[in-house]
């Protein structure tokens, strides 16, 4: 809250349905002259890259394509697409593929008309004193929302840091959210990415910094993905549930980047670094264990949750109601499969040996100050353990 108002920072325009990704060389004439397409080789694969060039190549302009994300995106993927943009002086970037697409675009976009390096700008060290690039973000998951965020975050190799790096300059000018883009989303990939959408959600809506906008943001998105991404995750050829989920993903992606995320994403991100765990799975990871964590110091809003969903529960006690809504939340993620990190193949040496630097790493990230309860390092460190070999037990209600 600033001075007792509220401010909410959105991209400047949002085009979401079956067939908008059709508009993305209109969008970019809009903006530009010279075209460059950010994605990775899956997008490559399946045509997707193909298509957008086809779209840009139609309203007359000039583009070039770097396709090199390979994994979560690194200071290293950062140089090579910033040296290509630079080298072709392109004046509009489209990314097209998941948050690690995105995000890497937008540290183009403001990386190519600031100075320094992107790790500066890491919390309020520095602000970007230059307009970005104009930056369309098309997403092809179901889940990071960075397509209407002001954060990026990017690993930086050498100190295996994920930097988050969170300012207004990061939102893109457009967000083209089709539901068809997400159809190539093999079943993992839309359960991973579907839970990293339901923390986003669920965090915003518990988090120190939540107002009345991004509550309304994060309890439709809560709805739709928890209706919807089991359907999505068992037939992903619905094209309704895809949907359903996308637009799901969006509003969480618009509720924690005007209210922040919290535990979760705190401690999901060293775990991605060290570990390289994909983004979606660690906080899926983490979830049960911060769920328990947090339930005294949210029970209300869990509660809330819950009668959102089931109307019925309307006459339970808050305790009750929010018990059940955690034990369905547990429920859903373990019906999609989701490992715990001993499952995931990570050494339990390595991991006890980590421990410190992960506590460290995850309260140096801010997002734990903004949880309901701010953890200490000490518990920080419990609850990564607690979460190593975290047992799936949840109690299925009649």
């Not at 339990?348 to 506590?359: H, S």
Request: hydrophobic share 40%.
């Amino acid at each position: 809250m600033l001075g007792g108002f509220h401010q909410l920072l959105m991209p400047g325009r949002i085009l979401y349905g079956k067939g908008s990704f059709e508009q993305v060389g209109i969008e970019a004439a809009r903006l530009g002259t010279k075209v460059m397409i950010i994605s990775d080789p899956v997008m490559e694969k399946v045509g997707n890259v193909s298509l957008c060039e086809t779209y840009v190549h139609k309203q007359g302009m000039d583009f070039t394509t770097y396709t090199g994300i390979d994994t979560e995106p690194t200071d290293l993927h950062l140089k090579e697409a910033l040296a290509i943009c630079m080298e072709h002086q392109c004046d509009v970037i489209v990314a097209v593929g998941g948050g690690s697409c995105i995000d890497t675009a937008k540290a183009v976009a403001v990386m190519a008309t600031n100075e320094g390096e992107i790790g500066d700008y890491r919390g309020t060290q520095r602000v970007f004193a230059a307009k970005p690039l104009p930056l369309i973000a098309c997403p092809t998951t179901a889940g990071t929302g960075s397509e209407v965020t002001k954060v990026t975050v990017i690993t930086d190799v050498q100190t295996q840091v994920k930097m988050m790096i969170s300012q207004p300059e990061l939102l893109p000018a457009v967000a083209i959210v089709d539901p068809l883009l997400t159809l190539s989303c093999p079943p993992a990939v839309t359960a991973a990415t579907g839970v990293d959408a339901l923390c986003h959600a669920v965090e915003a809506y518990w988090s120190r910094k939540s107002q009345p906008v991004t509550d309304t943001f994060a309890l439709a998105a809560i709805e739709r993905i928890m209706t919807y991404l089991p359907i999505a995750y068992e037939s992903g050829e619905n094209l309704k549930a895809r949907e359903e989920v996308a637009l799901g993903a969006m509003l969480a992606g618009a509720a924690f980047s005007n209210a922040s995320v919290t535990l979760v994403h705190g401690m999901s991100r060293p775990i991605g670094a060290l570990f390289h765990v994909p983004h979606g799975i660690s906080n899926a990871m983490l979830l049960p264990v911060v769920l328990d964590y947090t339930r005294d110091s949210a029970e209300e809003k869990l509660a809330s949750i819950g009668r959102m969903l089931h109307p019925e529960w309307r006459g339970m006690s808050a305790a009750e109601a929010a018990d059940r809504i955690m034990d369905e939340i547990k429920g859903l993620c373990r019906k999609l499969g989701i490992p715990n990190m001993q499952e995931w193949g990570i050494d339990g040496d390595t991991f006890l040996r980590a421990l410190p630097k992960m506590a460290a790493d995850a309260l140096d990230s801010g997002s734990p100050a903004n949880h309901p309860r701010v953890p200490s390092h000490e518990e920080i460190m419990a609850l990564y353990q607690k979460s190593y070999d975290y047992k799936w037990s949840y109690r299925q209600h009649a």
